[in-house]
């Protein structure tokens, strides 16, 4: 069993920043792939970033890539999304998940077994 906790959203104006954290819990983290979606009002979840089990590859939604960075610290059992460049079309609630064990295909929500509760990203213009 993993538990996800998602924190760092709020409000930001159209070009800041912000950083999003999610701390996981149980011992086989590091088996785990992770990954960010989000869901804005009337849209269906999609996917954001994700971050392979070992650390070894990162993969991005082409509406992100170049401004969001994540990353993983196995001894925090933790995962992080920078978010650079901020656009209204941003704003959405953020999730963090878990993959099941040695996940191989992590930019694909199929995978992911684990949720949180999501934490509210809004970006005003």
């Known amino acids: 069993q993993v538990q996800l906790a998602e924190s760092g959203g709020g409000l930001v104006q159209a070009g800041g920043a912000l950083r999003l954290s999610c701390a996981a819990s149980g011992r086989t983290f590091g088996s785990r792939a992770m990954g960010w979606f989000r869901q804005a009002p009337g849209k269906e979840r999609e996917f954001v970033a994700a971050?392979?089990?070992?650390?070894?590859?990162?993969y991005y939604a082409d509406s992100v890539k170049g401004r969001f960075t994540i990353s993983r610290d196995g001894a925090k059992n933790a995962i992080y999304l920078q978010m650079n460049s901020l656009k209204p079309e941003d704003t959405a609630v953020y999730y963090c998940?878990?993959?099941?064990?040695?996940?191989?295909?992590?930019?694909?929500?199929?995978?992911?077994?684990?949720w949180g509760q999501g934490t509210q990203v809004t970006v005003s213009s």
């Open positions: 998940a878990a993959s099941l064990p040695f996940y191989t295909q992590p930019d694909t929500p199929a995978g992911y077994a684990y």
């Open positions: 971050i392979s089990w070992n650390g070894g590859n990162t």
